[in-house]
Every structure is written in C-alpha cells, then in structure tokens.
C-alpha cells in the first residue's frame, strides 16, 4: 500500500484536524474531484483543461474557505 496522499487521506486528516468539514464545502470539493472520473473517456490532449478546470475551482473553494475565516 502506498503512503502517497489521496483526496480521501487528505478530507480524513482535514476532518481529524478542524472537527469536521463543512458539508457545502466538501460537497464542493467533491464536485470539483468528480470531474476527473471523465478523463478515461476523453483523450489525453483533453485532460490538460480537465486538471485546469479542477485546479481553478478547488482554488475557488479554499479561497471562499479562507474569506469565511
């Protein structure tokens, strides 16, 4: 098994750490990850917009994180 993190290992120590994820929040978060359960299906020239288009809206997510604080 590999000590390599995973959103999942990730969310757990989040979880572990701050008493609990917001529920939008991880919804959110969840959501953006989804997107990449398409990248099997599309070519690989595609998936560079994939990861972008993650990239941008967890950004989105921890920066609305960071305003709530």
Do not use: K
């Amino acid at each position: 098994m590999s000590d390599a993190p995973t959103p999942a290992n990730l969310a757990g120590r989040l979880s572990a750490d701050t008493g609990g994820v917001d529920a939008d929040i991880e919804a959110e978060v969840e959501t953006a990850l989804g997107q990449l359960e398409s990248l099997p299906e599309l070519a690989v020239t595609d998936h560079v917009a994939v990861f972008e288009g993650v990239q941008q809206r967890l950004s989105e997510v921890l920066s609305n994180v960071d305003d709530a604080n």
